[in-house]
Structures are given as structure tokens and as C-alpha cells.
């Protein structure tokens, strides 16, 4: 019982964001825009998203001839969980 308690006590002062092994990139440039996750290329329409694996320090592209083109962001924690929006960055 020591042990259960101790273990949900320290679970509770773990940040959410910790768990939180995505982000999303979601297009709402108005165009269709490709870009380089760091592990491929994703093509993304006006409108959709894609799911991004939260690596703090990867760095995030465009890939307009199917190569990295320009910087972007570079990931931090803080994007774990949550949906960066393409217009606020590029």
C-alpha cells in the first residue's frame, strides 16, 4: 500500500506534458505547404494536420522540392500535447 501511494504521489508532481509523446502541425496557411518533421516529409493540405513525434531539439522545415528548405521552429517541451498552427510560425 506504501508503495501505490508513493508511486501516485510522485505521478502527480510529473508535468502532463511529460507523457505527451506528440504535438500536431496544423495548416491554416490558406495553402498547401510540405514540410520536413525531421523524420520525413509530410504534404499538408489547407485545413489539415499531421502528428509530429515530441522530440525536444529536433528542428522542423519546409520541404518545397521534397528536401529541407526553410527553419521554421525548432521543438521544445512545450510543444508536447499540444497543435502548433503553421501561420504563427513561418
Known amino acids: 500500500m506504501k508503495k501505490t501511494i508513493m508511486i501516485l504521489s510522485a505521478l502527480a508532481i510529473i508535468p502532463v506534458a511529460t507523457f505527451a509523446s506528440s504535438f500536431k502541425i496544423y495548416n491554416d496557411t490558406g495553402s498547401k505547404v510540405s514540410i520536413h518533421t525531421g523524420s520525413g516529409i509530410a504534404n499538408l493540405n489547407k485545413g489539415s494536420s499531421t ?36 501561420s504563427s510560425v513561418m
Request: charged share 20%; with cysteine; net charge positive.
Open 51 to 86: 502528428s509530429v513525434t515530441c522530440k525536444p531539439g529536433k528542428k522542423v522545415y519546409t520541404a518545397s522540392s521534397g528536401t529541407k528548405d526553410t527553419f521554421l521552429f525548432k521543438v521544445s517541451s512545450s510543444h508536447c500535447g499540444t497543435t502548433v498552427r503553421l
